[in-house]
């Protein structure tokens, strides 16, 4: 029970990461309030989240609204402090990577990539951050970002500066938050198996490349990241700020 009674925010929780990191939340004692874009299919599956989050006794909350509007995380932290009672934890989570080269990249998906995984970002863990300094007690921030804010990809060119975007970010908010007790900190996942690769994935040759870099021989699962999540998010990791976390199995550092 590492989250014993913590109040946590999860966006883009429907399914992949945002999800195992929110049942693990839940399970380590954690109410949850669940972010999702409010699609059709993004409905069932969190109802489904929600039912096995109240089978562990827990309160979950979903919230459907754009990521990408900066009104959304004003609307998370709302839901979040007349259901749940307040704000301790916020994990930015929610992202897309419509895989496309750069030379014709439509502006709309570039400009839809950076809205989603930044820009709505940083309205999100501001107003997060606004509530924690008002609650008094601190509190724990931790952005998803990824390998790729360190690396970067030929068909993910508006996609790799938003990661990296996302990871200066949670460093200076490290040092603007600090003061409050409020840490920041970012994980980078490496290759995780989700819907957001799927496509990309599919070719065999690309999997096989992406396995074979990763010294632990597969491809993450969303689970990988729960863990490390709750860590940061909890007590234990008290000093801990500023941070960036590789979830990856290797992959970052295996050049040669
Ligand atoms: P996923 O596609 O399964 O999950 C993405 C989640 O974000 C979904 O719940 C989706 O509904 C939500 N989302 C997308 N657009 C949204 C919007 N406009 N408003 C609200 N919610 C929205 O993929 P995932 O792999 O679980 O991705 C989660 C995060 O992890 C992303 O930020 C992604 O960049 C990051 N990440 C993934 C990998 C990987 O290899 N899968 C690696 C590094 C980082
Ligand atoms: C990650 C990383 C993965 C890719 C996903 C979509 O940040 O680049 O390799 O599959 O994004």
Redesign the pocket.
Same mark, same amino acid.
């Given at each position: 029970m590492l989250l014993k009674d913590k109040r946590v925010i999860v966006?883009?929780?429907?399914?992949?990461? !945002?999800r195992a990191i929110a049942l693990e939340c839940a399970r380590q004692g954690a109410d949850v309030v669940i972010?999702?874009?409010g699609s059709e299919s993004?409905r069932a599956q969190v109802q489904a989240l929600v039912d096995e989050i109240e089978s562990l006794g827990r309160r979950a909350v979903e919230v459907g609204a %754009?990521?990408?509007d900066p009104d959304t995380g004003d609307k998370l932290v709302e839901a979040a402090v007349e259901r749940i009672g307040g704000v301790d934890v916020f994990v930015n &989570?929610?992202?897309?990577?419509p895989f496309h080269s750069f030379l014709d990249m439509p502006r709309e998906i570039y400009y839809r990539t950076v809205d989603? &995984?930044l820009n709505g970002a940083y309205f999100a863990v501001q107003a997060a951050a606004r509530r924690m300094k008002e609650q008094g007690s601190g509190g724990s921030i931790i952005a998803?970002s990824? @390998?790729?804010a360190l690396v970067g990809g030929g068909m993910q060119t508006h996609y790799t500066p938003t990661?990296a975007g996302l990871l200066s970010l949670m460093q200076s908010c490290a040092i603007a938050l600090g003061p409050y007790g409020i840490r920041c900190n970012a994980l980078l996942? !490496?290759? @995780?198996a989700? %819907?957001?690769?799927q496509e990309d994935l599919a070719d065999e040759e690309k999997r096989a490349r992406m396995i074979g870099r990763t010294p632990l021989g597969r491809l993450?699962r969303?689970e990988d990241l729960a863990g490390p999540a709750v860590f940061l998010a909890s007590d234990m990791a008290g000093y801990v700020t500023g941070a960036a976390l590789l979830v990856d199995g290797g992959l970052f550092v295996n050049l040669q």
């Open positions: 966006t883009g929780a429907s399914r992949g990461i !945002g972010g999702h874009s993004s %754009d990521a990408a &989570n929610a992202g897309i990577c989603t &995984n998803v990824s @390998i790729s990661k996942p !490496g290759t @995780i989700t %819907d957001i690769n993450g969303p």
